[in-house]
């Protein structure tokens, strides 16, 4: 091996050196940031505004990753804690949700009651309403006399649900117009008076009583003409 052999051999041992001793760098760098940073935990950010004193859900949010030593201590990392919550202000989006921007939702407004029926399981809640859910109620009654056209009604609009409770096995004694017996949710509301009588009218009268789940922020109501259902004028 000539010098000039030589010399290009130790400069690529020297390359190679180099560049093992840069990796080592960086790895260090990275080692270093990654002990400062600490491990990552799970925040939710705000998809889209959110006006105050608005009941809030799981779709207003999105799960987003960060450093846990830069999160505070008022951060939201499970959107259970949101279960029954309104903004106390506005939410706006792209922020972090934060313990202090929410607040228990009130259990009743001015005029408005407490009122609690049974609800089939599985025709009425299907573990899809919670506390907090608003509801169109529908009530389906046998004609009055005889020949008279069976009819589904709906008997209130945007019912604000307080509570689910447990479900409970209806004894046959307790199954109306001789139904065979059936698992029942107690469903708490929050309504007017004229409300809670139309409820619990239908709770004892009607053949069968349904919940259906308004999409959030929907505050529209039915016209009184589309209230009551016969298929005899479906056509």
Not at 142 to 149: I, L, Q, S, T, V
Request: net charge negative; hydrophobic share 40%.
């Amino acid at each position: 091996m000539n010098s000039r052999q030589r010399r290009g051999v130790i400069l690529l041992l020297l390359s190679v050196v180099c560049a093992l001793a840069a990796f080592a760098g960086v790895l260090s760098v990275i080692s270093d940031v990654r002990s400062k940073v600490g491990p990552e935990v799970t925040a939710y950010r705000v998809k889209d505004n959110v006006a105050p004193y608005t009941a809030l859900n799981r779709d207003q949010f999105e799960k987003t990753s960060m450093p846990e030593r830069w999160l505070s201590g008022t951060a939201v990392t499970d959107l259970d804690d949101i279960r029954g919550k309104i903004a106390v202000t506005t939410l706006k989006k792209g922020s972090l949700l934060q313990s202090d921007m929410i607040v228990d939702q009130p259990a009743l407004q001015p005029g408005q009651q407490e009122v609690a029926i049974m609800v089939d399981a599985a025709t009425g809640v299907a573990g899809k309403i919670t506390p907090g859910s608003a509801v169109n109620v529908y009530a389906t009654f046998k004609g009055e006399r005889e020949g008279d056209p069976d009819q589904s009604k709906i008997i209130v609009t945007n019912a604000r649900v307080l509570d689910v409770g447990d479900v409970t096995a209806q004894d046959a004694d307790e199954s109306d117009r001789g139904r065979d017996p059936t698992d029942a949710v107690p469903i708490t509301f929050a309504l007017t008076t004229l409300d809670a009588q139309r409820l619990t009218y239908a709770e004892s009268f009607a053949e069968r009583v349904r919940l259906a789940l308004v999409a959030p922020g929907d505050d529209s109501t039915v016209p009184d003409s589309q209230r009551t259902y016969e298929l005899a004028k479906d056509r």
